[in-house]
């Protein structure tokens, strides 16, 4: 298991940008796949984006191709998710999630993944 920990939340305006950070307290992310998800208020969790660190497989739903981008940021140990031209409704909780995945690609299904962060909260309004 990791312990998972997001930060880089907050209020934007449409059109702005934000970068979550996805880090493993008291450990690395290395070989572990992470996928970002998001839950919008009255929604069910869906997947955003995942990468596989071990093969380096990207994988992004389509409202945000384009516009959301993830990497690892190996100096911070983390993986990240940029977020740009962001929308209304982008306005979510957002969850990153770990599992030692042995395919060479990446799940977007949350059943799939074993640990979890707390989230943090992005809200897109002027």
């Known amino acids: 298991q990791v312990q998972l920990v997001e930060s880089g939340g907050g209020l934007v305006q449409p059109g702005g940008s934000l970068r979550l950070s996805c880090a493993a307290s008291g450990s690395t992310l290395d070989g572990y796949t992470i996928g970002w998800f998001r839950r919008a208020p009255g929604k069910e969790r869906e997947g955003v984006t995942c990468i596989n660190t071990r093969t380096g497989f990207l994988r992004f739903v389509d409202p945000v191709m384009g516009r959301f981008t993830i990497s690892r940021d190996n100096a911070k140990k983390t993986v990240d998710l940029q977020m740009r031209r962001l929308q209304p409704d982008d306005t979510a909780v957002y969850y990153c999630?770990?599992?030692?995945?042995?395919?060479?690609?990446?799940?977007?299904?949350?059943?799939?993944?074993?640990?979890w962060g707390q989230g943090t909260q992005v809200t897109v309004s002027s």
């Open positions: 999630a770990a599992v030692k995945y042995a395919e060479f690609g990446c799940p977007l299904n949350p059943g799939e993944y074993t640990d």
